[in-house]
């Protein structure tokens, strides 16, 4: 049953990589920047988020905040 779902969406998505590849390539941009631009934004900040919880975790600091504190009187 889930094989033939499967199979079903990888079907589709073959119909849809066809249409896609068809288009001129301005059009492919126009079509995919909507897509990719949210995602992309959404993976840096999981990773952003992540590191900060790694570094967090770990006692580092930023770089710029040891500086800053020698600076300071």
Known sequence: MLWAAWDGV???WDGVELWLTQ???ALQ???LM???LPVCWWVAGS???IS???FNQLGHRYAGDTEDARERP
């Open 10 to 12: 990888a079907h589709w």
């Open 47 to 49: 990773l952003d988020r």
């Open 34 to 36: 909507p897509v990719l």
């Open 29 to 31: 941009v126009a079509l």
């Open 52 to 54: 900060d919880l790694i």
């Open 23 to 25: 288009l001129a390539f």
